[in-house]
């Protein structure tokens, strides 16, 4: 079992150029998450998905979007990245729909906005 | 929504002494509250959680306490060693609906050898 994989681990990139976050998780879990680490500020949720097909916001949404592609992948794409956008990024997975139970965390993506 | 406070940031301690990490949150609905170990380059991985039908929870040199009515809760390490050095995150969860966990800032423990 790989667990939850987030790839790529590493970019940089360019004010205004767009990128996508892939994660992948092989636990058969239902829901998944984006969440941003700064320091300082803990891990504050983007984005999540408590099932296939359905989406919403988290704390920190603006500047993102996401797509469950199914019930194994979850996606975060940057339209026109910004430098506040700089952050490591942690794609997570739970059993439940709810959210009282363990979240599963990759290994996360660091990302640089120049 | 909730906020939870978490305190202190930083934390140095010498190995065998113990380590205590609060947090404060703020909507008393939250009914559910984890404790996640962040080693260096990793994700975070759940330690130990607490639900808010019980006071105290322990696992071997971790104990988590819980006080509804002051709304803190907080994570006691014993016998600390090296390998307890790394960001320790709290977080609290009001259970219900489909918002997910707020976290805490972190604390970064340094146990000395």
């Known amino acids: 079992n790989a667990g939850v994989t987030q790839t790529p681990k590493f970019q940089v990139l360019k004010t205004g150029q767009s990128m996508t976050l892939q994660c992948a998780q092989d636990?058969?879990?239902?829901?998944m998450y984006w969440y941003r680490q700064d320091p300082g500020m803990g891990l504050r949720l983007i984005y999540y998905s408590a099932s296939e097909g359905t989406t919403d916001k988290g704390e920190v949404p603006n500047g993102y979007n996401v797509s469950r592609l199914n019930k194994r992948e979850f996606s975060l794409r940057l339209e026109s990245a910004a430098p506040s956008q700089t952050s490591v990024y942690f794609c997570?997975?739970?059993?439940?729909?709810?959210?009282?139970?363990?979240?599963?965390f990759g290994e996360g993506s660091r990302l640089t906005v120049l | 929504g909730e906020n939870v406070e978490q305190h202190p940031s930083t934390l140095s301690v010498q190995e065998g002494d113990s380590a205590v990490i609060k947090c404060t949150y703020s909507d008393s609905a939250s009914n559910y509250f984890p404790w996640y170990k962040q080693e260096l380059g990793k994700g975070p991985q759940l330690i130990i959680d607490i639900r808010s039908n019980v006071g105290e929870k322990k696992d071997q040199r971790i104990a988590v306490t819980l006080n509804k009515t002051a709304k803190h809760f907080s994570l006691h390490i014993t016998e600390t060693q090296p390998e307890d050095s790394a960001v320790y995150f709290c977080?609290?969860?009001?259970?219900?609906?489909?918002?997910?966990?707020?976290f805490g800032s972190g604390t970064r423990l340094q146990v000395q050898p």
């Open positions: 997570a997975s739970s059993e439940g729909t709810g959210n009282t139970g363990e979240l599963f």
């Open positions: 977080a609290a969860s009001i259970g219900t609906g489909r918002r997910a966990l707020t």
């Open positions: 636990m058969n879990h239902n829901s």
